[in-house]
């Protein structure tokens, strides 16, 4: 509980409090489509942040990333005692003998925890003034160093691919949605609550401390700002196997949502100026990380047909990744997107995006994962790993009463290491939020799982679950 309060509930919870009293024009909608509710960009001189916020010599973030990786190797070594951190240069030797290969943590580690330590090691060169490019590379040489150097196991495909993607990934949108918590004016309680808020991006706010940041006072525009909007939910949650509604698995889900750029605004598009960001978190009966839905737009160039069919073209970068008691799934993948917002009639507004990404890697439990023992290690997963491709469609219908969104994702994972064989996983998932007041709503959204495994050595499975949630809505 202890590990789950100091990685869990500061990181995201304290955040969007901070976040949720900073009140935007919001209409309801998930994405900006009057172009002009969730304000204007903000944009820094160039010269007064070079003057302000100079950018480090190399050695600087380079520095943070090993010593990052050898404080927490220690931590694992001397005080957790962990097997996998009893290294030496012999362990050293092996591993580069050996090469990458695979790994047998568990779903979660492999799937969630190696991004976010990723985003620390991205954002030690990022708040040292490096770009996304640059922060991207520094990412996977920590990972590459930590996967060769600091355990005494062979190096992991999935460890650097993750950690190096997916930490990028969530080390930008981390990075900019700090930002907007970040106020070098505010001084006294607000500002230390500021500072503190910024704990979900600890490789940030390491920098603003060892640079003197966090005491610093001035009301110069320094952090680049794109407008953004939220929602925070809390309600019942309901995981059942079939499509039952009575028998399942109830409850408590916190959830929080985050939209972040204007997808129909003409500019140099520059990575993660638009992102997506939807965090489920349980408190009862599931497991805690319910789920993380995330995308940005990493290139993209705006179009305008007619003066009022406005299009985004461009490549997105994915991370998914959905835990519960009946079933798993996990990918990192980047491929092609468009949003498109219709003409707006009467009061009703109609926006959709499409994208088909590569799974560059991907994870599926499996019941017959557990048949495939990992050699070099002698132990087995719960969960099928490797590349394949995914297909996300989402539309949102907005008008004076509410709004409707329906999500389908589609997911094909073929298997590298685990049960030989095919994972075809499709998600369709509608919701419905009818307007209260200005700033809450109340939703219902339901979710069916289908699977389908097609596979070399067993027997073919088919399943079906479904997901019912109640909950009460505050948008800001």
């Given at each position: ?15 969007a ?43 600087l973030?380079?520095t943070e990333?090993?010593?990052?990786n ?6 694992n070594?001397y ?8 290294i ?20 979660s ?20 003034g ?13 990972s ?6 600091m ?6 495909y ?26 070098e004016s ?12 910024t ?30 909007t ?16 009575e028998?399942g ?23 993660f ?9 349980n ?72 994208h ?10 499996s ?10 290690l ?30 389908y ?44 495994g ?23």
């Amino acid at each position: 509980m202890k590990k789950i309060f100091l990685y869990i509930i500061i990181p995201i919870i304290v955040p969007a409090i901070i976040f949720a009293q900073e009140k935007n024009i919001y209409n309801g909608s998930l994405f900006d489509t009057t172009e002009t509710v969730f304000g204007l960009s903000q944009v820094p001189d160039p010269v007064l942040v070079d003057s302000l916020n100079p950018r480090s010599q190399l050695w600087l973030p380079l520095t943070e990333i090993v010593g990052l990786n050898l404080a927490l190797g220690a931590f694992n070594r001397y005080v957790t005692d962990s097997e996998f951190a009893k290294i030496s240069w012999e362990t050293i030797g092996d591993n580069f003998k050996s090469g990458f290969g695979w790994d047998a943590d568990k779903f979660s580690t492999n799937m969630f925890e190696h991004p976010f330590h990723g985003s620390i090691y991205y954002n030690l060169a990022r708040s040292n003034g490096y770009n996304y490019w640059e922060s991207m590379a520094m990412t996977a040489f920590g990972s590459w160093q930590w996967e060769f150097f600091m355990e005494n196991e062979p190096p992991a495909y999935n460890d650097w691919i993750q950690t190096s993607l997916g930490g990028s990934m969530l080390g930008e949108m981390f990075y900019r949605m700090s930002s907007y918590i970040i106020d070098e004016s505010a001084t006294g309680a607000e500002r230390t609550w500021r500072e503190l808020g910024t704990i979900f991006n600890p490789g940030r706010l390491f920098n603003r401390l060892i640079h003197g940041r966090t005491a610093r006072y001035t009301s110069a525009l320094l952090y680049e700002k794109e407008p953004r909007t939220g929602i925070l939910t809390l309600g019942t949650n309901n995981v059942a196997e079939g499509t039952d509604f009575e028998a399942g698995t109830s409850n408590l889900m916190f959830t929080f949502e985050y939209t972040y750029g204007r997808p129909f605004i003409k500019k140099r598009r520059k990575p993660f100026d638009l992102f997506r960001l939807n965090i489920g978190i349980n408190f009862w009966e599931q497991d805690f990380i319910g789920f993380v839905y995330a995308y940005g737009l990493m290139a993209g160039k705006n179009y305008t047909f007619r003066k009022k069919h406005k299009f985004l073209l461009g490549i997105f970068h994915h991370f998914d990744y959905l835990s519960n008691n009946v079933y798993q799934v996990g990918a990192s993948s980047i491929g092609g997107g468009a949003i498109y917002k219709f003409p707006k009639v009467r009061d009703v507004e109609l926006l959709t995006s499409m994208h088909v990404n590569v799974i560059l890697m991907g994870g599926v439990n499996s019941i017959y994962a557990t048949e495939y023992k990992y050699a070099p290690l002698d132990s087995a997963r719960n969960y099928n790993m490797g590349m394949g491709m995914s297909g996300k469609f989402e539309a949102f219908l907005s008008m004076d009463i509410g709004n409707l969104y329906i999500g389908y994702l589609l997911y094909w994972l073929h298997t590298m290491q685990g049960a030989p064989g095919d994972e075809f996983i499709g998600i369709i998932k509608p919701r419905l939020r009818i307007y209260l007041s200005r700033y809450f709503d109340l939703g219902f959204e339901y979710l069916l799982y289908y699977r389908r495994g097609v596979y070399k050595d067993f027997q073919d499975i088919d399943w079906q679950n479904n997901e019912q949630r109640l909950f009460l809505a505050y948008k800001f």
